[in-house]
């Protein structure tokens, strides 16, 4: 009587394991119901990194053979903001596991966003709230994908930014592929570019290589830009050291090399030393003998203020027995260049010693001329120097 009773008791239990099975099974999708999960993820991310994260549609999930999650129309938004930092229209993050599980790294196995836009001032508005913490560059087993980007910045944007990266593991060589096109008021430069680091971090030794074109009203030239040297942001403000920098290009661009130092921060300053080529056939013709010349001009630059070059730039030009120190403010040149009424001489001070030149037939030796920022004081003054020196 003992063993039958047992074998009936069987069929009982396993619909009894069966129907907790079914009640297990219903729970946990629940749990892991698409929106419930990701509504889950949004607020405890946004609630760690101090933004509100939110999306517009139907999310996406996967479990095997890792966690995936796809989040359409992504809108990452500081509490309070007017515009948000970051939009995509698509964006998905795998990672591993252990990730998860708390491992003690920061992996993921790879980002993919579809259209996003970063908005740089509300980027910065976000950062000066956090908490000062030393930065965790992730690991990115199959890295990151930006497809039809968008960074705008202070009266400037990025359009059309595709960005590659295969794989980024903090200490490693990386390298990424990036194309797009910079734009500001009045000028469009296109891009393809590649991007070696010797170490990925925030410091780090780089090598650049971009090239398309540079377009404006009057210009549509190609231009081929390749930069050694060293990258530094992990400090205020951010430096780069160039040890090599090479420019190739047409018409008023000219070919030239550089080096030395950038910073970037709440100012740029640029010191840079290096050589034009050759004088750009575009440019206003140098009086003889400096356009019977084939030497390189050698020259230097220092600047220190505003990132859109309003402040005055130093500039030193020299060739051969002929040295020039020039003052001037970019965007008055430049005013100056396309202003068909403007006064005859530059928005500029410089001054140029030279040897000898001549003008209209006329040899001038031991020629030193001064321009100084009052137009007519300029013109007076340069024209009492060369009758000084004049020699027939």
Known sequence: MTEPARKRRWPKFLAAFAVLLLIGAWWVNRQLEPNRLTALVLDRAGTALGLELTIEGTPEYALRPEPRLVLPKLTARQPGAAAPLLTAARAEVSLPWSTL?????????????????????????????????????????????????????????????????????????????????????????????????????????MTLRMQGRLKNADLDVPYLLELDGALDAEREPMTLAITRLALDSEGVVPDLSAAGNVSFGEALALDLAGELASWPAAWPTLPAPLSDSTSPLAYTLAYDGPGDLSADSRLTLKRDDTTAATTLALPELMAWLDDPEAAPLPPLEATLSTPSVVMDGVTLEGVRISIEEDDAEAEGQAGEDAASEETP
């Open 101 to 205: 599980t708390g491992g003690e790294s920061l992996v993921i196995t790879r980002i993919e966003l579809d259209a996003p836009a970063l908005d740089l001032e509300a980027l910065s508005a976000w950062q000066a709230t956090r908490p000062e913490a030393p930065f965790e560059l992730p690991t990115l087993t199959r890295g990151l994908a930006v497809n039809e980007g968008r960074v705008i910045g202070d009266g400037w944007t990025l359009e059309a930014l595709a960005l590659d990266l295969p794989e980024l593991r903090p200490g490693d060589p990386a390298r990424a592929v990036a194309s797009g096109r910079f734009e500001q008021p009045g000028t469009r430069l296109d891009f393809d570019a590649d991007l070696d680091l010797a170490d990925a971090g925030l410091a780090s030794g």
